[in-house]
Structure formats: structure tokens, C-alpha cells
């Protein structure tokens, strides 16, 4: 019954290669995010889908693209992996703009 | 100025103590406040909302003060399963999908 899941939970590979993680949302919310935590520790919004539209896009390079089948699942693929895209990537989901996000467990990215 | 400021800590505190911290948020229009706390290699989880009124849930009590732009957590009779890191997270913008999270202050609860 978790309520937003990630896959991968870890991800380990080679610069130059492209990959992509999954999330999904039980929670029937209409909105989800996805943040970037690097070793920093801060916390980086980068992507928010609104029932399948993109509503928030932060400064991502465009080796970034999300995409949203449908308002439980998003995705992001990364293209032509760089050694600072090395990070923890969380997904998100809120029922609304404003309301309190619930995270997933993370994605560990590491780039070789 | 950052939208969000937190004192980074660590508080040191032995079980049982009282500990208390504050958060400042730079936009007087912001209208959600939460508290979440994060374990080490762990995703943040909503530990709280914050009421206007303050609210308390359990050993946690938590107050927003608009006048002076800040929020705190006070967390009473502390365990060590308390030891985390705990953020302060503000919606500046009214229904604004985008919340401002601080970076974090760190609790430590030793025996």
C-alpha cells in the first residue's frame, strides 16, 4: 500500500549513457513534482506536472525531459549522463497546489 | 535573502529534553507552512502542518508568528528516534504548486 514509489532505488552508470526513473502515486493526487538532493542536502524542485500538463519547469538542462502518462505516474529521463547529475531524486505528490507534498523513497543516481 | 532561513544546528540535547528552533520566511504572503523531517539517506516526511493558531501533535508543538515572519517546532520529552533533520517548508505564494524548503536543522538526541 505505499503510497508513492520510485524505481529504480538505485542507479549506478557510465557518463554519456541515458536513463530514466519511474514514479507512482497511489494517493489519487493531481499533482507531482520532481526534486533534485544533492550532497548538499538541498532540496531542488525541477519538474511539476498538474493532471498530465506541465506546470512548473525550474532552470534543468534539457537533458531533463519528464513526462506524465496519466496523473498517477511520472517519469523522467535523463540523456547523456554527467558526472554532477550524481545526486538523490525524489518524486513527489500533492492534491493540490499548496497543500503538503508526500515524497518517495528516492532515486541514488551515481555517475561514473 | 533566501525565501526560507533555518538554523543548521546540530542541537545536541540528552533524552528527555526540551528542544525548540526556529524558521524566518522572507515573503509576508506566504499562507502554507509545514514542518517535515528527514532521516539520513531518507525521504523528507510531513511531520506537521503549521496553524495560524500554532498547533501541537503529541510532543510536538508547532507556532507561526506572522508578524515577525517565522515558524518554530518545539519537540518536548525528546527520544533518539527523534534524531533527524528537520525542514521548514513555506508555500510563498498562495496555491502556488512550488513550495520554498529550508535547508534543514539538524537534531541530535543522545542517551
Known amino acids: 500500500d505505499t503510497a508513492v514509489s520510485q524505481t529504480p532505488k538505485y542507479l549506478v552508470t557510465q557518463m554519456g549513457n541515458d536513463k530514466s526513473i519511474k514514479c507512482e502515486q497511489n494517493l489519487g493526487h493531481d499533482t507531482m513534482y520532481w526534486y533534485k538532493q544533492d550532497s548538499k542536502k538541498f532540496l531542488k524542485i525541477m519538474f511539476s506536472y498538474n493532471n498530465k500538463e506541465l506546470i512548473i519547469n525550474e532552470t534543468v538542462p534539457n537533458r531533463f525531459s519528464p513526462k506524465s502518462p496519466d496523473k498517477a505516474h511520472l517519469n523522467l529521463h535523463i540523456n547523456s549522463l554527467e558526472l554532477g547529475d550524481s545526486a538523490v531524486y525524489f518524486c513527489a505528490s500533492s492534491i493540490s497546489g499548496g497543500g503538503a507534498q508526500y515524497f518517495g523513497p528516492g532515486t541514488r543516481l551515481l555517475v561514473l | 535573502r533566501k525565501e526560507v532561513e533555518q538554523d543548521p544546528g546540530p542541537f545536541n540535547v540528552p533524552e528527555g529534553a526540551t528542544v525548540a528552533f526556529n524558521c524566518t520566511y522572507s515573503?509576508?504572503?506566504?499562507?502554507?507552512f509545514f514542518w517535515y523531517r528527514q532521516d539520513c539517506r531518507k525521504e523528507p516526511k510531513l511531520l506537521m502542518s503549521v496553524y495560524s493558531s500554532g498547533n501541537e501533535d503529541g510532543r510536538f508543538t508547532a507556532q507561526l508568528n506572522r508578524a515577525s515572519q517565522y515558524i518554530s517546532l518545539l519537540i518536548r520529552d525528546s527520544k533518539l528516534s527523534d534524531s533527524a533533520t528537520y525542514l521548514c517548508v513555506v508555500n510563498p505564494r498562495s496555491n502556488d504548486y512550488k513550495l520554498s524548503f529550508g535547508a534543514g536543522t539538524t537534531v541530535t538526541v543522545r542517551a
Open positions: 515573503n509576508s504572503a506566504s499562507q502554507s
